[in-house]
């Protein structure tokens, strides 16, 4: 006899939204790997934070839809071109992620874990010493459904990516980093005060309003 799971249940209903959601067929339509893509995009078009010639550090990169989102930014003449844009390129781009990535022209890519000092030290290397005008980080950890472990687990990822931006950002630079509504929110948002000049918090229509996924953005580096 099969029994019907919750979980079961749960995929259908992700599956019907996935279908019918359409951030997911413009992402098709315009050659993006994931509907990720336009959370990037509205915060970019809301804040003005994207601009050809710039350092990008791409954090939790996989699939790779926000590396194509910058591609195109730092290549206005190819883009619309569907996927990531191919060809000229003005700004550097390099992503990181524990999965693998499919290549995208003129984006460095890193596999490895970001917790990891020494993979720190790869993407360092891969800097060659230049200052970074914008991180963004989607990294989302794997969920257990243990709230506090879940928490400690988002919280780890955010802290590291507001520590790795403290040290590598330019003091204008700016750091979009994915966060999570629950335990651990207002501590982090309270570490995004203390680092930043400006702080904002946002909620992209793309983001799925049932999802506690949201976005803050770091603007400026206060003086240590
Ligand atoms: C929601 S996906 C990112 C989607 C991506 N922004 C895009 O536009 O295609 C989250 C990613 O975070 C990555 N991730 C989670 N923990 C990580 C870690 N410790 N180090 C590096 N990447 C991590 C996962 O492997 C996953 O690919």
Do not use: C
């Amino acid at each position: 006899m099969k029994v019907k799971t919750k979980s079961k249940k749960v995929n259908k209903a992700w599956l019907a939204d996935h279908v019918n959601d359409p951030y997911v067929k413009l992402a098709q339509r315009e050659g993006y790997r994931a509907r990720a893509a336009y959370k990037l995009k509205e915060i970019d078009e809301a804040l003005g934070l994207v601009r050809p010639g710039q350092v990008v550090v791409d954090l939790g990169a996989t699939p790779g839809a926000w590396s194509q989102y910058l591609r195109r930014r730092f290549a206005p003449r190819s883009a619309g071109t569907g996927g990531a844009a191919v060809g000229e390129l003005d700004g550097k781009i390099i992503a990181l992620d524990l999965l693998p990535f499919e290549p995208i022209e003129g984006v460095s890519f890193i596999q490895g874990d970001f917790r990891d000092d020494a993979v720190i030290a790869r993407l360092e290397a891969a800097l060659g010493g230049r200052a970074v005008d914008l991180v963004v980080s989607d990294m989302a950890p794997n969920l257990s459904g243990i709230e506090s472990a879940d928490s400690a687990r988002i919280a780890d990822l955010v802290e590291l990516a507001v520590e790795f931006s403290a040290g590598h950002l330019k003091p204008e630079g700016v750091l979009v980093a994915k966060l999570f509504h629950g335990s651990g929110y207002s501590q982090l948002v309270e570490l995004f005060k203390k680092t930043f000049r400006v702080v904002k918090p946002i909620k992209p229509k793309a983001s799925r309003d049932r999802s506690s996924e949201t976005f803050i953005v770091g603007i400026g580096l206060k003086k240590a």
